[in-house]
Nanobody
Framework: QVQLVESGGGLVQAGKPLRLSCAASGHTFSGYAMGWFRQAPGKEREFVAANSWGGSNIYYADSVKGRFAISRDNAKNTVDLQMNSLKPEDTAVYYC????????????????WGKGTLVTVSS
């Protein structure tokens, strides 16, 4: 079992940065692929960024590529999402996710979810 707790959400102006952090506890963190998903009101949960269990492979959704950066620290059991040049369309609840596969880029591959943290980007 893996427990995930997100932090760092809030209200931010368009164009500004925001950093989300996810703290994991429970099973061996380094053995899990980690990722971030988001869900806007009235929309399905979508993939944002993922880091493979070994940490060597990173994937981004096209909508955030070049603006967001995912990083993990296996010693601290954390995975962060640095979000730059935020846009109003980035407004959503952001979820930290963990999976036992090599990488998680779809909700179906996620074994554990955090409760989410709300990010609101004002124009």
């Amino acid at each position: 079992q893996v427990q995930l707790v997100e932090s760092g959400g809030g209200l931010v102006q368009a164009g500004k940065p925001l950093r989300l952090s996810c703290a994991a506890s429970g099973h061996t963190f380094s053995g899990y692929a980690m990722g971030w998903f988001r869900q806007a009101p009235g929309k399905e949960r979508e993939f944002v960024a993922a880091n493979s269990w070994g940490g060597s492979n990173i994937y981004y959704a096209d909508s955030v590529k070049g603006r967001f950066a995912i990083s993990r620290d296996n010693a601290k059991n954390t995975v962060d999402l640095q979000m730059n040049s935020l846009k109003p369309e980035d407004t959503a609840v952001y979820y930290c996710a963990a999976g036992s596969g090599i990488v998680i880029t779809t909700p179906q591959r996620v074994d554990y979810w955090g409760k989410g943290t709300l990010v609101t980007v004002s124009s």
